[in-house]
């Protein structure tokens, strides 16, 4: 019999160039906690916390929290595509130049090598003056340091950090969290996080294998995640509402040129011969089954298909 696995926490050292670059943005919700080097990251699970400490030359102090989504490797020029200056630098030359740096090599501008993304939602900052001490920390940790969260020292760092949520988290995002009903900072419970912008094109990147769910098309940087019925028209940013699609067939499946039918067949509009008098590229994918997800929990849901299907597509009478 497989023992339950305990609630925990992890404490990361945190440059303070990322952190304080990040306290800068308004309405972060999601944030890249990312790796010189991808070298994998299995101390959470989702909706657990990620605690931000200082290096002790910057303080040694825990400076912030977010909450773990997933872990994912990227070439840097897409994790800045899709998170942008919510990777902790404002520009992608600026977050290069950081890598580089921890990396020790010789700046390449043409090397587009990989990093690790731990990606965290819902971040908070603490007020310098509300900064603590980690307990239990040894100055020999290199990365980070896990926290049970059922005995000391874990309790009693976990209590400190949802204090500072209660007061400083707007919104949602005290629903992070539930504490056990008998005690206010009781063994918590937590919630798995809801995705971002940025996190829901990775998830949904991972989710068909790194290949367009239509061609099969594996070359990274002409794939894209699309939202089966978008955000702007009550669509969430959840992994059965998006499709992983080239470019191309990304534009015309948010003009309604292209569709996929809720028993996932791919249909192209014959408005594509009359609106552009060419077309016949795409309409030779008509009919073709859509490429599964690699988990079967992941597929498309048939009623955001179907809203895609009636409101969107271009049908011909």
């Known amino acids: 019999m497989v023992s339950p696995r305990l609630p925990t926490a992890f404490v990361g050292l945190t440059d303070a160039d990322w952190l304080e670059h990040l306290r800068t943005l308004s309405d972060l919700d999601e944030v890249n906690f990312w790796q010189p080097s991808p070298h994998g990251f299995s101390a959470l699970v989702p909706g657990e916390p990620f605690i931000f400490k200082l290096h002790a030359k910057q303080g040694g102090l825990a400076a912030g929290v977010a909450f773990f989504v997933k872990y994912i490797e990227l070439p840097v020029s897409i994790a800045w595509e899709y998170f942008g200056p919510a990777n902790g630098a404002s520009s992608l030359a600026e977050m290069r130049d950081r890598v580089e740096r921890y990396r020790r090599v010789r700046p390449d501008p043409l090397e587009d090598y990989r990093i690790g993304c731990v990606m965290l939602s819902n971040p908070v900052f603490f007020d310098p003056a ?19 969260l059922v005995d000391e020292p874990g309790l009693g760092l976990w209590a400190r950090v949802q204090g500072l949520i209660s007061a400083r988290a707007k919104g949602d995002r005290i629903l992070a969290v539930h504490e056990a009903p008998a005690q206010r900072y009781g063994t918590p419970i937590f919630l798995r996080p809801r995705l971002g912008q940025a996190t829901f094109k ?6 068909y294998d790194r290949r367009c769910s239509v061609t099969g098309e594996k070359v ?11 955000f702007a028209e009550g669509g ?3 992994i059965d509402n998006g499709l992983l699609l080239r470019r191309d067939l990304h534009a015309l499946f948010d ?5 996929v039918t809720p028993d996932l067949e791919v249909r192209v509009s014959r408005r594509l011969r009359t609106d ?10 008509s009919g073709r089954p859509l490429r599964s997800p690699v988990e ?6 048939p009623e955001f298909l179907e809203w895609h299907n009636q409101k969107k597509f271009k049908s011909v009478a």
Do not use: C, K
Request: proline share 13%.
């Open 130 to 148: 509300d900064r603590f001490p980690v307990p239990g920390w040894h100055p020999s940790i290199q990365v980070g340091r896990r926290y049970p």
């Open 202 to 207: 990775a998830v949904v990147l991972e989710a």
């Open 220 to 230: 990274l940087p002409t794939l894209e995640a699309a939202h089966i019925r978008p």
């Open 236 to 238: 969430e940013h959840r």
């Open 255 to 259: 003009r309604g040129y292209l569709t």
């Open 276 to 285: 552009f008098n060419n077309g016949e590229e795409y309409m030779a994918l």
């Open 296 to 301: 079967p929990t992941h597929a498309p849901n």
